[in-house]
C-alpha cells in the first residue's frame, strides 16, 4: 500500500512519456487506484546543455543524445493535464526541484488521506500540490564572432593598379619618349624622395638656387610663367622643350596684374598637349629644373595631359628621369613602391639597384644585395617593415589632407581622401570611380546619412586593413555605412568592437541592459 506514487521519465527520451501514459499510469491505478500520482520530468539540464559534450563524457556503449529528442516542458504538461495529475521538473546536477517533488509529494499524501480522516483538525490546513515556479537556465556562453579573413587579391591590386592606371596623376617620363602613369599617393607614401618632389612650391616666379633650405640641397630652376596666349596647331613646331620656360612675349606688354595664365605643351616628343579653359585662356604651366636637386630627376612641371583610360584632358604632374634609368629595371621598382615586393627572378638587378640608389630607397637596394647573397628569404621581413612605414605615412596623408584628390561631402562636413588607395582595396569604390558613373570624372562625391566619425574610420579602415575606434564613432551608423560600402570584414570587426565593450562594461558592474536593447531594435 502506498502513500503516494511518483511517476518519473525522462526529457531526453520521449519513449518514457509515452509509456507513462500507455503502461505506466494504467498500473499505478490497477495495483494502487487511491494513491495520488505525481508526474515529473527528470534530468531538465539536457535540455539546455551541450549534447555534443554530454554524449562525449558518456560510456562508449550508450545511445547518443538528439537534439530532436529533447521534450519541451508544454508535451509534459499535456500529459500531466490529460491524466488529471501535478507535473514537476526536475535535474540532480543543477540541484533544481528535488524539493519541490517530495514537499508536493507530501502534500498530495496528506489530502488523500484527508478524505478518509475528515476529523483530524490538523489536514484542514494542508494546500493542494503548489505550481513550480519556471527554471531559470544557465547562461549560455557568449556567441563566438567569427571574423573573416580580409580580402586576399588587396595586396595584389596595387600591382594591378600600376599596370592599368586609373586615376593617374602622374606621368614618369623615360629617355625623352617613354611614359609611365603613375599617382602621387603611392609613390610619395613609399620613397621619401617622391614625396618632397610632390610636396615641392612650382608656384614661385623667380627660382634661384638656394642652399640649406627646402630639401637640404640647392635648388636651381630657370621655371618662369608662360603669359603668352597662341592658337592651337597640330605641328610639332609648336612644342617646346620639357625642361625650358620661357616668358612670354606680352608678358613684357602688360603690367602684373593683366597677367592671364596660359598652358604650353611638353615638348621634346609631343606626349602632352595644352589644352584650353573653358574660358578661353590657357593654363599656366609651372615647374623646376632638378638637375642640381637629384640626380634621378631632371625637371618637373604640371601640364594639362591625356588621361590615358578616359582621354579626358587633365592637370598632371610630369616628371622627367635621368637618361641613365632604364624602363624595366625602373618598372620593377615602381613595382616595389607599390606592392613593398621584389621578384628574385628579375634579371637587371644592378640596374634596380642603381635606381634605388638614386631614388635614395635604401630597403630596394638591400633586397637586391639579399637575393645576389642567395639570402632572399630576409626579404620578407623587409616588406613587413615596409607596409609598416607606409601603413603610417598612409595615415599621416589621411588626417592632413596630402596629395588628396578627391573629397567626401558628408552630413557633417568632408573629408578628403585619395581615388589609388579607395580603388584599390574597396570594389565599390573601384566600381564608382572607375565606372561609367558621374563620380568618376568629379573631385566632389557626396555621401548622405553618413558622419565623419565614420567615414573616417571606414577610410583608415581601406588605408591600413586595420580598425581604429574614436569616442564619436557610432557603431551601429559604422555597420551600416560597411554594409553599404560591401565590407563584411569592416563589419566583422565592428561587431567584435561593440561586443568587447558591452562585457568589459558589465564586468565593471555597469547596466547595458539599455545599449543592448537599442542594438537589438536596429538590428531587427
Known amino acids: ?254 603690367g602684373p596684374g593683366q597677367r592671364k595664365p596660359c598652358l604650353r605643351a611638353s615638348t621634346s616628343d609631343g606626349i602632352l598637349r595644352g589644352d584650353r579653359y573653358e574660358n578661353g585662356e590657357r593654363g599656366l604651366r609651372r615647374g623646376r629644373n632638378l638637375s642640381s636637386w637629384s640626380r634621378a630627376f631632371t625637371s618637373i612641371q604640371e601640364e594639362m595631359a591625356e588621361d590615358p583610360l578616359t582621354y579626358k584632358s587633365k592637370l598632371m604632374v610630369v616628371v622627367k628621369m635621368d637618361a641613365s634609368i632604364q624602363p624595366g629595371p625602373f618598372r620593377a621598382v615602381l613595382k616595389y613602391l607599390y606592392t613593398g615586393e ?35 628569404f630576409m626579404n620578407q621581413e623587409i616588406t613587413k617593415a615596409f607596409h609598416v612605414r607606409r601603413t603610417n605615412r598612409v595615415k599621416e596623408c589621411l588626417a592632413k589632407g596630402t596629395f588628396s584628390d578627391v573629397t567626401f561631402v558628408l552630413d557633417d562636413g568632408a573629408i578628403s581622401a585619395h581615388k589609388p588607395l579607395l580603388i584599390s582595396s574597396c570594389d565599390w569604390m573601384a566600381a564608382m570611380f572607375g565606372g561609367p558613373f558621374v563620380e568618376s570624372s568629379t573631385n566632389e562625391v557626396a555621401l548622405p546619412h553618413t558622419s565623419k566619425s565614420c567615414m573616417r574610420a571606414v577610410l583608415e579602415y581601406l588605408y591600413t586593413g586595420q580598425f581604429s575606434s574614436s569616442p564619436d564613432l557610432d557603431d551601429m551608423k559604422l555597420i551600416i555605412l560597411a554594409n553599404r560600402l560591401c565590407l563584411p570584414h569592416l563589419v566583422a570587426l565592428t561587431e567584435q568592437y561593440t561586443v568587447t565593450g558591452l562585457m568589459e562594461a558589465a564586468q565593471m558592474m555597469v547596466d547595458i541592459d539599455g545599449d543592448v536593447l537599442v542594438f537589438l531594435e536596429l538590428a531587427q
Not at 521538473?89 to 509529494?105: L, R, Y
Open 1 to 254: 500500500r502506498s502513500d503516494v506514487v511518483v511517476l518519473c521519465f525522462s526529457i531526453a527520451n520521449p519513449n518514457s512519456l509515452h509509456h507513462v501514459k500507455t503502461m505506466w499510469y494504467p498500473e499505478i491505478k490497477h495495483f494502487c487506484p487511491r494513491a495520488p500520482v505525481i508526474l515529473v520530468g527528470c534530468q531538465l539540464d539536457l535540455r539546455y546543455a551541450d549534447l555534443e559534450a554530454v554524449n562525449r563524457a558518456r560510456r562508449p556503449l550508450a545511445r547518443p543524445i538528439k537534439p530532436n529528442e529533447i521534450l519541451p516542458p508544454e508535451k509534459g504538461r499535456e500529459v500531466a493535464k490529460e491524466l488529471g495529475i501535478p507535473y514537476y521538473e526536475t535535474s540532480v546536477v543543477a540541484q533544481f526541484g528535488v524539493k519541490d517533488v517530495f514537499d508536493n509529494a507530501i502534500r498530495a499524501a496528506l489530502i488523500s488521506r484527508r478524505h478518509l480522516q475528515f476529523w483530524k483538525s490538523h489536514l484542514r490546513n494542508v494546500q493542494r500540490p503548489l505550481l513550480q515556479a519556471p527554471f531559470l537556465p544557465p547562461k549560455p556562453p557568449p556567441p563566438i564572432i567569427i571574423v573573416p579573413d580580409p580580402p586576399s587579391n588587396n595586396e595584389e591590386r596595387p600591382a594591378h593598379l600600376l599596370e592599368d592606371p586609373l586615376c593617374a596623376d602622374v606621368i614618369l617620363v623615360l629617355q625623352e619618349k617613354i611614359k609611365i602613369y603613375a599617382h602621387k599617393i603611392y609613390l610619395s607614401t613609399s620613397s621619401s624622395k617622391f614625396y618632397d618632389l610632390f610636396l615641392m612650391d612650382l608656384s614661385e616666379e623667380d627660382q634661384q638656387s638656394t642652399a640649406g633650405h627646402g630639401f637640404g640641397a640647392a635648388v636651381t630652376a630657370a621655371a618662369e610663367r608662360m603669359l603668352h596666349q597662341e592658337e592651337r596647331h597640330h605641328g610639332r613646331d609648336f612644342l617646346l622643350r620639357a625642361a625650358s620656360f620661357d616668358i612670354c612675349e606680352s608678358a613684357e606688354e602688360a
Open 342 to 376: 621584389l621578384d628574385e627572378n628579375e634579371r637587371d638587378l644592378m640596374h634596380i639597384a642603381h635606381i634605388a640608389e638614386l631614388l635614395e630607397v635604401f630597403d630596394l637596394r638591400m633586397m637586391v644585395a639579399n637575393i645576389l647573397n642567395n639570402e632572399a
